[in-house]
């Protein structure tokens, strides 16, 4: 939604809410769009916050409504705890919300509770195969695990939905490499080169993935272009 698209939406939710104050989806939608307004709007709580807070009370129903909260308490309440509660509300209602479920399996992942994170994706993957984001995460998930089968079927399952994913053929390329397809991996490397031909990054993983399946000559090419 483009800002002037999102202070249309504003201002026809807001007669929304006055001529229906009861009505829980036109309070959630409102606070929508002072969300995609971006600035004070987002940030200050009699805003975002309070419209959804206010259609939470009059339906604890609607997906996007706890989603939006718990990314609220992420980003501007600096409140982890309900930020967590928030979205796990959102995910029981709606498991393939990924907006919330990106965000919650990120924060299970910096407190380092894997088990929660992996039952999560999981559950989004069960529900509907295409959750690119949660196949995405539990690939980088395994691969931290050493589950490099695993690993590399999530990242395969991931760049189904999105071949232009460059982070994705890297975690593809290492998860190869865990599991000793040297070559295949070589080949999954040059893929991010082609993705980002002006970038560093892909020429290194050629480079030290090249090395590793003792293909020197082209490792030292892969060298000098990252040097370049």
Request: hydrophobic share 40%; charged share 25%.
């Amino acid at each position: 939604m483009e800002v002037g698209d999102a202070q249309g939406a504003v201002e026809y939710f807001q007669k929304a809410v006055e001529i229906e104050p009861d009505h829980a989806v036109h309070h959630a939608r409102l606070g929508s769009a002072y969300w995609q307004l971006g600035g004070q709007w987002r940030s200050d709580r009699q805003y975002a916050y309070t419209s959804w807070l206010q259609a939470a009370r009059l339906d604890a129903g609607i997906a996007e409504v706890f989603s939006g909260l718990g990314r609220w308490y992420q980003e501007h309440g600096y409140d982890a705890e309900r930020a967590k509660k928030c979205l796990a509300k959102c995910m029981a209602l709606d498991s393939t919300n990924s907006t919330a479920g990106a965000a919650l399996a990120d924060i299970y992942v910096a407190e380092g509770s894997d088990d929660l994170c992996e039952a999560l994706l999981v559950q989004a993957t069960d529900a509907s195969y295409g959750q690119r984001w949660a196949w995405r995460r539990l690939g980088f998930l395994w691969l931290r695990q050493g589950r490099g089968e695993q690993a590399v079927s999530a990242f395969q399952s991931a760049l189904s939905g999105d071949r232009g994913d460059a982070r994705c053929w890297e975690g593809l390329c290492e998860a190869y490499q865990s599991i000793g397809r040297m070559h295949t991996s070589v080949k999954v490397a040059q893929r991010v080169v082609e993705l980002e031909p002006q970038g560093v990054a892909g020429y290194w993983l050629c480079a030290q993935t090249s090395m590793r399946a003792r293909r020197v000559e082209d490792a030292l090419q892969y060298f000098v272009q990252a040097a370049e």
